[in-house]
Antibody
Framework: EVQLVESGGGLVQPGGSLRLSCTTSGFTFNSYWMNWVRQAPGKGLEWVANINQYGGEKNYVDSVKGRFTISRDNAKDSLYLQMNSLRGEDTAVYYC????????????WGQGILVTVSS | QSALTQPASVSGSPGQSITISCTGT?????????VAWYQQHPGKAPKLMIY???NRPSGVSNRFSGSKSGNTASLTISGLQAEDEADYYCSSYTTSRTWVFGGGTKLTVL
């Protein structure tokens, strides 16, 4: 059974940092691109970042470029999102996700982890 | 990286069919077959309903179907059921090698 479990969320002050982790199981982690998607309270989904199978390609939505870094550790079957210079508009539930294959839709999602940026 | 355009809401009665549109550009929907649709119930993670424009993942009802014409993709739900009431989001791969979502459509089953 494919499982993705996010951790590391919480309350952080504006300008602060947080590192999210996504621990996976049930599939060959290094065979898939991986994604982070977020959803602000009461708002729609926003794709945040993705990373290819061995970490050689990373892409970001414009609003987080230069502040967020996606990474992965294939030995630990884990995905990460380092978030720096956090702003109020970064407050959201963050999901990690795995596509069905290639660039097809995200078939497997974590349960989501809440990040709140507030003083 | 502008969001794809979806209607804010649609509604239908049980048994009817509804269609949700999703409009993008030649840099996203019009340029790729990588269009997906998601269903999201309140407080839950999204669920993939359609991928690669027309394909259904295993376990998704064949009442859900997808299509694309030019820069616009569509999700059709036939034989509406009460449990279909949810938010629906489209997404597309883009020429920037990123993904973009639509703003979401709230489906109400009357």
């Amino acid at each position: 059974e494919v499982q993705l479990v996010e951790s590391g969320g919480g309350l952080v002050q504006p300008g602060g940092s947080l590192r999210l982790s996504c621990t996976t199981s049930g599939f060959t982690f290094n065979s898939y691109w991986m994604n982070w998607v977020r959803q602000a309270p009461g708002k729609g989904l926003e794709w945040v970042a993705n990373i290819n199978q061995y970490g050689g390609e990373k892409n970001y939505v414009d609003s987080v470029k230069g502040r967020f870094t996606i990474s992965r550790d294939n030995a630990k079957d884990s995905l990460y999102l380092q978030m720096n210079s956090l702003r109020g508009e970064d407050t959201a539930v963050y999901y990690c996700g795995r596509p069905s294959s290639g660039f097809s839709g995200i078939e497997y999602w974590g349960q989501g982890i809440l990040v709140t940026v507030s003083s | 990286q502008s969001a794809l355009t979806q209607p804010a809401s649609v509604s239908g009665s049980p048994g009817q069919s509804i269609t949700i549109s999703c409009t993008g550009t030649s840099s996203d929907i019009g340029g790729y077959k990588y269009v997906a649709w998601y269903q999201q119930h309140p407080g839950k993670a999204p669920k993939l309903m359609i991928y690669d424009v027309t394909n259904r993942p295993s376990g998704v009802s064949n009442r859900f179907s997808g299509s694309k014409s030019g820069n616009t993709a569509s999700l059709t739900i036939s034989g509406l059921q009460a449990e279909d009431e949810a938010d629906y989001y489209c997404s597309s791969y883009t020429t920037s090698r990123t993904w973009v979502f639509g703003g979401g459509t709230k489906l109400t089953v009357l």
